[in-house]
């Protein structure tokens, strides 16, 4: 009689399975996640430098063109991480010419710092900014009008802020208009755009002042764009050429601003326009040293524009001229008993080749302006002369197209 000896199965080997799987699968899935926030994490910082990138490229844009100066770091909006912008001009070792920087830090989702530095070269601006107009000259002569394909139309000059304008630590720049006067102007540091009107006794003369945002006085909030230049003079000749609007040298002449706007339904007041020279009262035509006799005037003019219609900017329409104070504008030479007789010219230029002059580039009469401007700079030569005109070539390192036409009278 054969006995059957039962066969035993192994117990718990299916578990074991089940458990290395498990294991498997969760090693997968940690991977898996970590790949995610690896790619999460790298988009991110990608678009982290991608802003990085605008908000260098943008300031160097402002440094290139000589518009600003290195300022201490400043806090910029790069969305979730906020970024700080510094900036560095220093000699190049090539003539004239100087290296710029932008550089913008940062902290990315992990708290890692991140750094972004963009670099150029630009013009060294001379002391009383000589090279008035900063129009772009192209690389042959084209009759002094100074285009540069690839220029897109009507885009403003970079929005420059009036020098010794200060930093409140807020995203805005407080500027005195002259010395001597209480009215401060509130910017924003970014657009240049004029966001208040402050008063505020002036401090003794000679005395230092750091203004901060508990310090402005009596304000009152504006929506102001800046219209802003120099005034030169060459009134040495009858028969100005490039060196002298290229070079201008002439002591400077008693002056007032007026701006006539053709549009209408400005807030009040609807424009007011401030400069560094002698008002008629004043015929202090020196430096700050006392010394050399200035030939410049920098002028600076808050204009509220118009408010926005439906789908559109706040815009002004209108035309600036220079009022003479003690001198008279006329054509011709002056005769005995009579005082001098000049004429007023405007740089002035097509520098994007479009066949128009566009706010930017100075044209007699502004029309629909919704940005700020800088550079739009006038020239001052006697009644008998002609507004000189830059025919070039403009060789480098003096990329500029000097160019003048008539303004006044």
Do not use: K
């Given at each position: 009689?054969?006995?059957h000896?039962?066969?035993?199965?192994?117990?718990?080997?299916?578990?074991?399975?089940?458990?290395?799987?498990?294991?498997?699968?969760?090693?997968?899935?940690?991977?898996?996640?970590?790949?995610?926030?690896?790619?999460?994490?790298?988009?991110?910082?990608?678009?982290?430098?991608?802003?990085?990138?605008?908000?260098?490229?943008d300031?160097?844009?402002?440094?290139?063109?000589?518009?600003?100066?290195?300022?201490?770091?400043?806090?910029?909006?790069?969305?979730?991480?906020?970024?700080?912008?510094?900036?560095?001009?220093?000699?190049?070792?090539?003539?004239?010419?100087?290296?710029?920087?932008?550089?913008?830090?940062?902290?990315?989702?992990?708290?890692?710092?991140q750094?972004?530095?963009?670099?150029?070269?630009?013009?060294?601006?001379?002391?009383?900014?000589?090279?008035?107009?900063?129009?772009?000259?192209?690389?042959?002569?084209?009759?002094?009008?100074?285009?540069?394909?690839?220029?897109?139309s009507?885009?403003?000059?970079p929005?420059?802020?009036?020098?010794?304008?200060?930093?409140?630590?807020?995203?805005?720049?407080?500027?005195?208009?002259?010395?001597?006067?209480?009215?401060?102007?509130?910017?924003?540091?970014?657009?240049?755009?004029?966001?208040?009107?402050?008063?505020?006794?002036?401090?003794?003369?000679?005395?230092?002042?750091?203004?901060?945002?508990?310090?402005?006085?009596?304000?009152?909030?504006?929506?102001?764009?800046?219209?802003?230049?120099?005034?030169?003079?060459?009134?040495?000749?009858?028969?100005?050429?490039?060196?002298?609007?290229?070079?201008?040298?002439s002591?400077?002449?008693?002056?007032?601003?007026?701006?006539?706007?053709?549009?209408?339904?400005?807030?009040?007041?609807?424009?007011?326009?401030?400069?560094?020279?002698?008002?008629?009262?004043?015929?202090?035509?020196?430096?700050?040293?006392?010394?050399?006799?200035?030939?410049?005037?920098?002028?600076?003019?808050?204009?509220?524009?118009?408010?926005?219609?439906?789908?559109?900017?706040?815009?002004?329409?209108?035309?600036?001229?220079?009022?003479?104070?003690?001198?008279?504008?006329?054509?011709?030479?002056?005769?005995?008993?009579?005082?001098?007789?000049?004429r007023?010219?405007?740089?002035?230029?097509?520098?994007?080749?479009?066949?128009?002059?566009?706010?930017?580039?100075?044209?007699?009469?502004?029309?629909?302006?919704?940005?700020?401007?800088?550079?739009?700079?006038?020239?001052?030569?006697?009644?008998?002369?002609?507004?000189?005109?830059?025919?070039?070539?403009?060789?480098?390192?003096?990329?500029l197209?000097?160019?003048?036409?008539?303004?006044q009278p």
């Amino acid at each position: 009689m054969s006995t059957h000896t039962p066969r035993i199965r192994p117990h718990g080997l299916a578990l074991i399975e089940v458990l290395v799987a498990l294991l498997l699968l969760g090693l997968g899935s940690l991977s898996l996640l970590r790949l995610q926030g690896g790619l999460r994490l790298g988009a991110d910082l990608s678009r982290q430098q991608a802003e990085a990138v605008r908000l260098a490229a943008d300031d160097l844009e402002t440094l290139r063109a000589g518009s600003a100066a290195a300022a201490p770091p400043a806090v910029l909006d790069g969305g979730a991480s906020p970024m700080r912008l510094q900036r560095r001009i220093e000699a190049s070792a090539l003539q004239r010419l100087a290296s710029v920087s932008s550089r913008i830090d940062w902290h990315d989702r992990h708290g890692q710092p991140q750094t972004l530095e963009l670099a150029s070269l630009r013009l060294q601006p001379q002391a009383d900014l000589a090279a008035a107009t900063l129009l772009a000259r192209s690389s042959g002569g084209s009759g002094g009008t100074g285009r540069s394909s690839g220029a897109a139309s009507g885009i403003a000059s970079p929005a420059r802020l009036p020098p010794g304008s200060q930093d409140l630590g807020d995203g805005r720049q407080a500027w005195r208009v002259r010395p001597d006067s209480t009215r401060i102007w509130v910017f924003d540091s970014r657009s240049a755009t004029v966001t208040q009107r402050c008063d505020r006794p002036a401090p003794p003369p000679g005395t230092p002042e750091r203004l901060d945002a508990g310090s402005l006085g009596d304000c009152r909030a504006v929506s102001g764009l800046l219209l802003s230049g120099h005034v030169r003079f060459a009134t040495g000749t009858d028969m100005p050429g490039e060196t002298q609007a290229e070079q201008p040298d002439s002591a400077i002449l008693p002056l007032d601003l007026r701006l006539t706007l053709s549009s209408t339904g400005h807030p009040t007041p609807a424009w007011e326009c401030v400069h560094d020279g002698p008002d008629g009262i004043s015929t202090d035509n020196t430096d700050d040293t006392g010394g050399t006799a200035r030939s410049a005037i920098a002028y600076h003019c808050l204009v509220q524009p118009v408010a926005a219609a439906s789908g559109s900017l706040p815009r002004w329409s209108g035309r600036l001229d220079l009022v003479p104070l003690g001198w008279l504008l006329a054509e011709g030479s002056a005769t005995a008993g009579q005082s001098g007789r000049f004429r007023v010219c405007r740089y002035s230029a097509d520098r994007d080749g479009n066949g128009r002059i566009d706010a930017a580039e100075h044209p007699a009469v502004y029309s629909a302006v919704t940005l700020p401007l800088a550079g739009q700079n006038f020239l001052v030569v006697r009644g008998s002369a002609r507004c000189p005109v830059d025919t070039g070539p403009w060789p480098w390192p003096d990329p500029l197209d000097d160019s003048t036409v008539a303004h006044q009278p």
